[in-house]
């Protein structure tokens, strides 16, 4: 697993430090509306992936698990004091990558755990908690193709999921180094690995965890990749709908806590440097904790 560059941490931790108090008054109406509507139901909807491993994915039972989740339960818990409901259900909600954003800015669900990347653009629809986790964007490629650096990759065939940061970031890095690749959208993981499988493209751009976790999980793994290098980085948090100015604020809180009372570094251990259910196999990733999430965990 290639190390995590060192990026400015203005952009993580800007939003966690804004005070609720800034925020538009008419939010908190918007926002008693929605701890409402969970009380009245008795039940949070909460949106997760089942292909984004160790973040969020099912088991044999179909049940959701993975570092976001744990990190969701707590929310959950928190939400439940809120808004006086001992027994509050958690329906999840599987999304395909495509819907995510829609789904939470519609208010189908109430929460998204998984592993959204908080972006400028997705803000204009959608809001974000703090960071609970950093990554950045990497290549796969297969050894027997000889690749070793992004460079011998000048003109080549890339492929990333549709949807995701990925893609843009391919674009981005690719126009900004005058690399000349072309980048092909693919539905899903299996069928973006399939196209490096088949030499259909030379290079497989994905968050590097989810490269990991999917290279894992191969008999094979020992004839591919991820490249040192980094296209872009990123940070991970829970995707909440815009404007709930105090749903945001417990979130926010449950967070901070859950990484002060070393919880959350107790899950991410869990997760990500401990063997974990991968396919009929326990693999540890063996992931350390980068300096830039620590950073991001740490602010108050």
């Known amino acids: 697993m290639p190390t995590l560059p060192t990026v400015s941490l203005r952009r993580l931790l800007t939003a966690a430090a804004l005070p609720a108090a800034v925020l538009a008054c008419g939010t908190q109406a918007h926002a008693q509306a929605t701890f409402e509507k969970i009380a009245a139901r008795h039940q949070i909807n909460v949106g997760f992936r089942e292909d984004s491993a160790p973040f969020s994915y099912a088991n044999r039972d179909k049940k959701p698990m993975g570092y976001s989740i744990d990190v969701c339960e707590a929310v959950t818990a928190r939400l439940a004091e809120r808004v006086g409901v001992k027994d509050l259900r958690i329906n999840y909600v599987p999304i395909a990558v495509d ?144 404007d709930d100015a105090a749903m945001r604020e417990l979130v926010d809180k449950a967070i901070a806590d859950a990484s002060a009372s070393g919880q959350l570094a107790a899950w991410y251990d869990k997760w990500f440097v401990q063997p974990i259910p991968i396919g009929k196999a326990h693999k540890a990733l063996g992931i350390a904790m980068s300096p830039e999430l620590k950073a991001a965990l740490a602010a108050r």
């Open 99 to 242: 819907r995510v954003v829609t789904f939470v800015k519609n208010g189908s669900v109430d929460m998204l755990c998984a592993n959204m990347t908080d972006t400028a653009e997705r803000r204009e629809q959608i809001a974000f908690s703090r960071p609970i986790f950093v990554d950045h964007v990497g290549i796969m490629v297969r050894k027997k193709d000889g690749i070793a650096k992004l460079e011998q990759l000048a003109g080549k065939q890339l492929v990333a999921i549709r949807s995701t940061t990925a893609v843009k970031a391919v674009e981005d890095y690719g126009q900004g180094k005058s690399l000349g690749w072309k980048v092909e959208g693919a539905l899903n993981p299996e069928a973006a690995l399939g196209q490096l499988q088949l030499g259909w493209a030379q290079g497989y751009a994905r968050d590097s965890v989810q490269l990991s976790m999917q290279l894992a999980g191969l008999q094979d793994a020992d004839q591919y990749a991820v490249l040192p290098d980094s296209l872009s980085s990123e940070p991970i948090a829970i995707a909440l709908r815009k």
